[in-house]
């Protein structure tokens, strides 16, 4: 008896628990109207050898670690594995996008906590004056918008929003500063 419950601890201790902080990725963006994305992933936890399931737009799935030739959209994987430990995680696949309005113009915007539940404290690099934020959900949706706002740290309750990608604008005359969070 001593000899199971020894065997089936050390069994747990030895056992590969993966989580969706585990997993880390890197997004190559589509080009409009093309398949051009790509998702480098990578675990950092559980014990491999690990299984892939991938699923995407339009009835999209695959096996392997990394994809190449995407469409924009967004795509889903769960990891399993040896011992069952299971992660998941959510990448988006966007458009690159050209316009004629400066981007991001040397200002760092930062969003935490990211993945977040109730409150997102929004900072930016530069201190902002007469500039409008909006958050905006996968569909294209404004879900929340404040103008005139003016500073450089900002503190906005997403507690009501569905879980989900969203991104977060930051427009002055004459530039705009984008970035992504999830919200649990």
Known sequence: MIKKITLSFALLLFAGFAFGSDLTFTVIN???GMSTGSIDLSVSGGVGPFTYSWT????FTATTEDLGGLPSGIYTVTVTDKYCGIATTTVLVDNDIVSSILENNGN?????PNPANGFINITS??????????IINISGQVVFEKKEIAGNAFLFDVSEQASGIYFIEIKTPGSISRTRFVKN
């Open 30 to 32: 589509t080009t409009p």
């Open 56 to 59: 995407g737009p339009s009835g």
């Open 108 to 112: 760092v915007v930062s969003v935490f």
């Open 125 to 134: 690099e530069k201190t902002l004056k007469d500039a409008s934020v909006k």
